[in-house]
């Protein structure tokens, strides 16, 4: 089974603040997505990564693939209130097409 | 998006019920997901499907069955319903290079 490990599990900061989120694993994935949740409704991807060492940016979002392609990290830049949600990992190992998630980092940006 | 419905978003049933969960899509995407999401165990795979009448476990099939007899409707049975089945429940679908779309997601409550 593989498994991800996310970090911070929860994470309350001032808006304008810079954070990292870790998504950990011992397992080599053939890509790694970001999922946002809000509640009530399902997660929404962001992006997914593909190549080790891949940078893929978002607006003030940074998202960084492992050369390993063992983890990834997901960095904020001023963070604002509108990025309160759930934050998710999730890997695809190729075994078909079957996505394993970390167990998600709950962020909260308080004006 | 991908154009998925859950019904019923809420549900309350009794222990030892059968109840039936559907997942509908409109974009006939070939593999279609049911997961689970309780606190501290983030998302979990049940089953999933990769055609009509294919289908395979997850991490956490036992209690579960699944059947998929159109390419738009992916049925998730609880064949009798216990506590530790309350949870929330999703449904997603791969959309290739656009990766996975996820539905709204169904409350279900075992009293």
């Known amino acids: 089974t593989q498994l991800l490990e996310q970090s911070p599990q929860f994470l309350s900061i001032q808006e304008g603040e810079n954070l990292t989120v870790y998504c950990n694993s011992s397992s080599v994935f053939s890509s790694l997505q970001w999922y946002r949740q809000e509640p009530g409704e399902g997660p929404v991807l962001l992006v997914t990564v593909v190549t080790g060492g891949e940078v893929k940016k978002l607006k003030r979002l940074t998202f960084q693939f492992g050369d390993a392609r063992k983890d990834s990290s997901l960095h904020i830049t001023a963070a604002q209130p509108g990025d309160t949600g759930l934050y998710l990992c999730a890997g695809d190992g190729n075994a078909g097409n079957m996505l394993t998630f970390g167990g998600g980092t709950r962020l909260m940006v308080k004006p | 998006d991908a154009g998925i419905t859950q019904s019923p978003r809420h549900k309350v049933t009794e222990t030892g019920t059968p109840v039936t969960l559907r997942c509908h899509q409109t974009e006939n995407h070939r593999y279609m997901y049911w997961y689970r999401q309780d606190p501290g165990h983030g998302l979990r795979l049940i089953h999933y499907s990769y055609g009509v009448k294919d289908t395979d476990k997850g991490e956490v099939s036992d209690g579960y069955s699944v059947s998929r007899s159109k390419t738009e409707d992916f049925l998730l049975t609880l064949e009798s319903a216990t506590s530790s089945q309350t949870s929330v429940y999703f449904c997603?679908?791969?959309?290739?290079?656009?990766?996975?779309?996820f539905g709204s997601g169904t409350r279900l409550t075992v009293v």
């Open positions: 997603a679908v791969l959309r290739g290079a656009y990766g996975y779309t």
